[in-house]
Structure formats: C-alpha cells, structure tokens
C-alpha cells in the first residue's frame, strides 16, 4: 500500500470508495473519514483554530441516536483537537448541539494505540491469535469472494446484515448496506436494538404509540425525575439531554440515579444516588409496585378502565388464575413470593427502607 492510500480515503474515486464501504461496514472509522474528505468548511469567527488548521464539521456516531456536533481540528492529516458546538446563538429555545464525553473522547479512540489501523488476516488456527498484515486490496477481495460463495451456496437468508456495527449513528448501516446488499440478492436484517426493542414492544400498551411519554423539554414541569442505568452526561440518546436535566432540576425536579456506578450523571445532576446490584432492577420495581399496591398509592380507577393485566378482575380471556402482575407481586401467582422490601433488599443491595420511600415518593 502506498503512502498516499495510508493516509485514509482523501484521494478515492467514488466507486473505490463504495467499495470500501461494502467491506468495511463495521468500521467506524471509514464513514467518519470519508465525511472529513468532503466536510471542511470555512471557519466561523466564533472558533479557535490555529495556524494551518482545517475544522471538519460532524457529529456523533458509534450506535448513538444523538446529533452532537462535533468539530474535528485536522492539522497536517491528523486530527489535533475536537471541540463541539459554539455557535454564539444560544438559546433554551435553540440550544447549542454540545458534545457529551464519547463525542469529545473521538480522537483519543481513532489513535488509541489498541485499535487496528490495517486489516489483519488470521494465519493461525482459530483462537491461536496469529495475524499477519496484509493489504486493502486483499481484504476486500476476501469479502467479496466468501459473499459471493455464501449467497450462491445459501441464499440472501444467510447474509446477516447485524445491528450495532458501529456506525448505527449514521446512514451507512441501514442505508449503504442494506442498499448494497438489497442489490445484490437482499440479507437477513432484525428486529428491535438493545436499546429500545422492550420499549418499541410495551409503549403501544402504555401511552397507544411507539413514544415513550412527555419530551424532554417537558422534564422542566416534573417534581420526580428517576434516571435508572441512564448516564446521558457520558452518552446520550438524544443531544442534549444534560441540558434539559438541568433545567429541570433548576425548576426544583428531584433527579434520583439508579445505578451501580457512582457515575457522572449522578456527581453532575443527582439529588440521590441509589446504588444497585448489576441486572437486579426487575427486583426492585417490583418492590416498588408492592409498597404502591398495599398501601393503595395505585390509581386503581384508571387501571380498571384502561388496562388488562393487572389484576385478576381484568385479564384477556382464556388466562388461568394466578397470572395478573398484581398476583405476581403480592406472591398469588406460580413463584408464591412475595416481592417485598425486604425480599428485593436481598437481591439489589438496596435497603428496604430506601425502597419504601422511593416507592412513596414515586
């Protein structure tokens, strides 16, 4: 490879370029490159930028849902700094598009000295971890090759196009790939992330839309807020999600934090951290819905008018006994425990008595 194809995809032709795409689809680092080569912009006069400096306009990616700007200062083909948005209008109408901490830790991940640079072909036996370097041109062939075979052999069903490639943050593994590869004979896609897939699933049943409830602009108005393994001031699902979290503890929101780090959601905008054992959550609402339901702090008129499911009294037809959350709860139905304070205390780490009073308080 030549030192000019070393330096990224600055000199490709279009077609090479979707070529690389094609192969490379896991890798986030073509799509961030390939926006640079075409992405510099004039500077503006609220930015500082040194002598001989280029800023690539961008934004996060990496499987985020977010539209952080990110700006990359490219000084000699490397990338020096990143600095986000600073555009002198800044409104709560309008607010800056502020990086969080994965958006401003971008460069440290393109030259962390870990991350494989070349494409790397396996010469020993599986598991041996023996690679040898080898060039672009090789790897791509590869691909292609085994592509080619594995759909003439299998089918398209055995072409699997897979969520989280890194890059979900951006139009390439939905559009480029599945555009690609919808040419080529069609793929096996999937249903649901491992973000949002339970609630794509329950919310239709809850709130009669695939939302999850009021925006974000409207925390301002809330007295609770309950974070529970959420740390959008590290990486968030929605830019800006900080901000609107302090505007609502400024309006006298409570924000407690759930969750086992001590994070920095929780050291920026927490009134309460509650630590809790990984993967034990499912314990302590139920313990929560427990204090809710012998204490009567439940609205027991709305469920009986618009849900199914919560007790035995409004239940889909054809449901044997014993299957209502309500009994679930209260220890009626196949476990026979009863998921009290004391019970989930057990399982979470969390006391019985913070639990009764987050239970109150909610």
């Not at 030259?111 to 396996?122: A, S």
């Not at 060039?135 to 592509?147: C, L, R, V």
């Not at 301002?220 to 807020?225: A, E, G, R």
Request: glycine share 8%; with cysteine; aromatic share 10%.
């Amino acid at each position: 490879m030549s030192e000019k194809e070393n330096r990224g995809p600055f000199s490709l032709t279009r077609r090479r370029f979707l070529a690389w795409s094609a192969a490379l689809a896991g890798s986030s680092s073509l799509l961030h490159w390939a926006e640079a080569a075409n992405s510099f912009e004039p500077v503006t006069a609220g930015a500082t930028v040194q002598r001989n400096e280029k800023v690539v306009l961008t934004s996060g990616s990496h499987n985020c849902g977010g539209r952080c700007q990110i700006k990359a200062h490219v000084k000699d083909g490397v990338i020096v700094r990143i600095t986000t948005d600073d555009k002198i209008t800044d409104s709560e109408a309008v607010p800056q598009l502020r990086g969080c901490l994965r958006c401003r830790s971008y460069r440290n991940r393109l030259y962390h000295t870990d991350r494989l640079k070349y494409p790397m072909k396996r010469v020993g036996k599986r598991g041996e971890g023996k690679f040898v370097r080898i060039t672009w041109e090789e790897a791509i062939t590869t691909i292609a090759d085994h592509t080619r075979r594995i759909m003439a052999q299998y089918g398209p069903e055995a072409i699997f196009l897979h969520y989280a490639s890194g890059i979900a943050g951006k139009v390439a593994e939905r559009v480029w790939m599945g555009r690609l590869l919808g040419l080529y004979g069609g793929y096996l896609s999937y249903y649901g992330t491992y973000s949002t897939a339970c609630t794509q699933a329950a919310t239709p049943y809850t709130y009669g839309t695939v939302a999850t409830g009021n925006s974000r602009e409207d925390w301002v108005n809330s007295k609770l807020i309950i974070l529970l393994g959420f740390n959008p001031a590290e990486t968030v699902h929605g830019t800006n999600t900080p901000y609107y979290l302090k505007q609502a503890k400024e309006a006298g929101a409570k924000i407690v934090v759930i969750d086992p780090i001590y994070s920095s959601t929780a050291i920026a905008l927490a009134d309460e951290w509650i630590p809790i054992k990984p993967t034990t959550d499912n314990a302590l609402l139920d313990a929560m819905a427990y204090v809710m339901i012998t204490e009567n702090l439940h609205d027991q008129a709305f469920l009986n008018k618009y849900c199914l499911g919560f007790d035995e009294e409004h239940m889909p037809p054809g449901i044997p006994a014993g299957q209502s959350y309500k009994s679930h709860v209260l220890g009626q139905g196949g476990d026979g425990t009863a998921k009290t304070p004391e019970w989930a205390e057990a399982i979470t780490g969390v006391p019985r008595d913070t639990i009764i009073r987050l239970a109150r308080e909610y």
